[in-house]
């Protein structure tokens, strides 16, 4: 553990940030699911579920970085890359269906 410092409370905010949009992403996707008829609804919940996942993520290097435990953030960084690469396609797919 050390202590924190301004860069890595900018750091720790950004991924805040990221965690509180994520979140936002993954409650209009499930409202999207809701709203959307049947067989259709697989598709947003599937995005609700990877946005969650990177709101997790998010707050998660966000609070570590916040007390002081710079570490690694290979694991953080991955999954986000997944997340959003996930977010990609699940996109690409919604719009070749949707048309």
Do not use: K, N
């Amino acid at each position: 553990m050390t202590a924190p410092t301004l860069a890595m409370e900018r750091t720790a905010l950004a991924w805040r940030r990221t965690a509180l949009g994520a979140a936002a992403c993954a409650l209009l996707f499930a409202h999207e699911a809701m709203i959307d008829g049947q067989p259709t609804w697989t598709i947003p919940l599937a995005a609700a579920g990877v946005a969650l996942l990177l709101a997790v993520v998010g707050w998660a290097r966000g609070r570590a970085l916040e007390h002081g435990h710079a570490g690694s953030a290979r694991r953080s960084i991955a999954a986000t890359t997944l997340a959003v690469a996930a977010a990609s396609l699940i996109a690409v797919v919604t719009v070749l269906l949707h048309g």
